[in-house]
């Protein structure tokens, strides 16, 4: 545990950044909710912190650590929330995780209760906002939950609109008023269409859907439906597809390369879902590596967007700092056998001569032919960084 | 109310009719959770039950009044389930929607509790199953949501899902000996690929991702995400893409008649979502279009699927008995403007001379081009049936 004079010191540097921008580029790191759902404690927290660190996930990006529903307790009687018995000291978690270099997140509801029925900020926007910048808190994960009772008793659904901008606003207030830098995560369903106006309520990122689950199908179903949003995307505001469920076991490996490309073409926040204390070294090398979070975190905050399209192949491409390209070839069929594919670089908006990498191969693929002829796992990917000109002719030059 | 002779009768009747197969074509009918959740009530149930006749949605094929979570009391001495106050005599309310020609359904979970916190049926199976036989009901929504609890704490996966399977295949079959034909409504997420296995366990249809929300956003990446599981549909097993948002509000008319035009041509069971009570002429309009719902009710039972896409533009095809095809043309973006496209009919499996009808707008088209030019308004559609030969040449013979 840190001493109480750079405690101090920590809090005055954070106090003095307070214009400090946040979510320059995807938010990265965990969050405690599709695997440990009401059984997060300070104890799951500070192992997650461990793991995340020991894994080498922190030293590719990973950096918030953020604790969903069902830490809050009672409110006292001046009205300031305290966590319940799982979470007996919430500045002592948040000085252990930042004494490991990274960020503690928590949770709450603009409604007057949570979705798992805790105490929601309804009407304690700004003491809530205090005693989270009290404790140290990075980011806050804002969920409409609690509030759609209100919003049902609206008089039209104009008011009901209304009335959950506003409350997203009043928390917005609340959190630029602590000083501190905190991460304002929107958790409202792509209700009303938020992508259109999350930013202007201070969302740093914003649901656009339902839950993702850990299968296919959900992930699926939610990753490649995110279209014709891309331009609301950008540094300091993204759509958020959800968390990920990369090792939790409900896909397979190739299923999960899959889910991990697409959010980095997506620029999506990456937040891990899984027991990172317990995870395979398959479910790291997924986690972390270093070229697919780099597509992720491309400094240009493009999201991508689906180009190409024949039965179940679907291309996506992101455009990247510097000229080049990530393009994802996807296989959504999951028939027993690869299928092959030839695909025109033309139709893709690719022009002239490309090189190109292979991301999860790390391998140089030369001069690209006009033609490519790509051989897709089912339900898999195959992920490429491409770039005008020939590229590097031999191995030492892979990047 | 009817007298007691005649729901003996009745009873009887559906006796010897056990053997009725059920759900031949998609299920058609009114659900409560999407506008009533935890509000539902034996009140509720009658005005939607009067409102689905007097409206005409019973007359096109809309039969079952499905009550949803919320209904369940307490269990007796003997461990019988009783309805809440909300619902005084459900046998009485079977009664009820019977006498209209409808039929009523209910909801239940494999787990001790629902996702609402009432009693699940956990080790009342049997139980369970005859109490709905003996109220009268004929259609059963199982909802996996308590058993999750259970299922958390098993050993291994494979564990976790044999005791889901069990589950599922205990309530089958304490349906099956009531003697009583009632449709087995599998809401379980598409968990574990459940169109592989859901038919193995009796389920006439299963839900392939997590809810779907009042957005067009929630509904095309669920709608359009329905991508590779066509195969599994079929007379009495269906892929079930989740109940009908329209009306309730969130969608503009362009975008509720693309969720009608794309579950039509999923195959898609059709569950309205609404207050049936309180509907405007346009909603009901679009629940009611009888080309859209013969689509839907095609004898074949092909769920259609997606074969051509450019840009947002994507074009789904549902094959239908005769030799003709459903083909919509969806517009996947919101930009202000009309989207016009040149469509190639060659490229969508169209081949030779075909002729047209626009479904929606009830006109014969004719004769196609080979290359067809079609304007879809922003998150619109525009839906054919394309039938072989030149077709009718006069308005006389509009079908």
Redesign the interface.
């Known amino acids: 545990m840190r001493s109480a004079s750079i405690i101090l010191a920590s809090a005055l540097l954070a106090s003095a950044a307070s214009a400090e921008p946040v979510a320059v580029t995807p938010p990265m790191g965990w969050n405690s909710w599709n695997h440990f759902a009401g059984k997060v404690s300070d104890a799951v927290i500070r192992a997650q912190a461990d793991a995340m660190v020991r894994s080498g996930m922190s030293s590719v990006g990973y950096v918030y650590v953020n604790i969903d529903d069902t830490w809050e307790g009672e409110r006292d009687a001046q009205g300031v929330i305290h966590p319940n018995a799982r979470f007996p000291d919430m500045k002592a978690l948040a000085d252990y995780v930042h004494a490991k270099g990274l960020k503690l997140g928590i949770y709450s509801s603009p409604g007057p209760k949570t979705c798992a029925g805790y105490e929601g900020s309804y009407g304690h926007e700004e003491q809530d906002a205090r005693t989270y910048a009290a404790w140290g808190i990075d980011y806050l994960k804002y969920d409409l939950c609690g509030l759609r009772v209100l919003m049902a008793k609206a008089a039209t659904?104009a008011a009901a609109h209304q009335m959950m901008v506003e409350a997203y606003e009043r928390m917005h207030a609340a959190l630029l008023k602590t000083g501190r830098p905190i991460v304002y995560s929107l958790c409202q369903?792509?209700?009303?269409?938020v992508w259109k106006w999350g930013a202007s309520v201070g969302g740093n990122l914003w649901r656009?859907?339902?839950?993702?689950?850990d299968?296919?199908?959900?992930m699926?179903?939610?990753g490649?439906?995110?279209?014709?949003?891309e331009r609301y995307a950008g540094p300091g505001h993204w759509n958020d597809p959800d968390m990920l469920e990369v090792g939790n076991?409900?896909m397979n490996e190739e299923e999960y390369r899959t889910h991990m490309s697409l959010w980095a073409l997506l620029a999506a926040p990456l937040l891990a879902g899984n027991d990172l204390a317990t995870m395979t070294p398959a479910t790291v090398a997924l986690l972390t590596n270093p070229a697919v979070i780099a597509i992720d975190q491309d400094s240009r905050g493009i999201q991508g967007e689906?180009v190409?399209?024949k039965g179940?192949l679907e291309v996506w491409v992101k455009p990247l700092a510097g000229g080049s390209k990530a393009v994802g070839f996807f296989n959504?069929?999951?028939?027993a056998r690869d299928t092959e594919a030839e695909v025109p670089l033309g139709e893709l908006g690719l022009q002239g001569r490309v090189h190109g990498h292979d991301v999860w191969n790390n391998k140089e693929l030369g001069t690209l032919p006009e033609t490519l002829t790509v051989r897709i796992p089912a339900h898999g990917v195959v992920l490429l960084t491409v770039s005008p000109g020939p590229g590097p002719q031999s191995p030492s030059q892979q990047h």
């Open positions: 659904p369903y792509g209700k009303d269409d656009t859907t339902e839950d993702i689950s299968s296919y199908l959900s699926a179903a939610i490649f439906g995110q279209i014709d949003i076991g409900g689906r190409w399209v179940a959504r069929s999951d028939r």
